[in-house]
Nanobody, 124 residues
Framework: QVQLVESGGGSVQTGGSLRLSCAASGYSDSTYYMGWFRQAPGKERQAVASIYPNFAGTYYADSVKGRFTISRDNTKNTVYLQMDSLKPEDTAMYYC?????????????????WGQGTQVTVSS
């Protein structure tokens, strides 16, 4: 059974940085897409960033381009999200996800599995 465990959330001030980690277990298949979604109170869950297998590329939401960087370590089955220049509007629960497909070229992954989420709060 696939399990995803996130860590690294917390509270920072505007302009600060956080690094999220997500360790996957239950499979050792580097052909999975991995990525991050977020959901703020009262809003729909949205894709933040995805990383494709075999170093084939990445996806970023327009709102985080240039500020967030996604990476993965296939030897550890772990995906990371480096978040810099954080803004109050980045405040949300962040969820790790993995799946075998994506929506299309340069688009986010289609999640098959979800983590439990980690809270990110950015204060002004």
């Amino acid at each position: 059974q696939v399990q995803l465990v996130e860590s690294g959330g917390g509270s920072v001030q505007t302009g600060g940085s956080l690094r999220l980690s997500c360790a996957a277990s239950g499979y050792s298949d580097s052909t999975y897409y991995m990525g991050w979604f977020r959901q703020a109170p009262g809003k729909e869950r949205q894709a933040v960033a995805s990383i494709y297998p075999n170093f084939a590329g990445t996806y970023y939401a327009d709102s985080v381009k240039g500020r967030f960087t996604i990476s993965r370590d296939n030897t550890k089955n772990t995906v990371y999200l480096q978040m810099d220049s954080l803004k109050p509007e980045d405040t949300a629960m962040y969820y790790c996800a993995t799946g075998k497909r994506k929506l299309g070229p340069n688009l986010p992954l289609i999640p098959d599995y979800w983590g439990q989420g980690t809270q990110v709060t950015v204060s002004s």
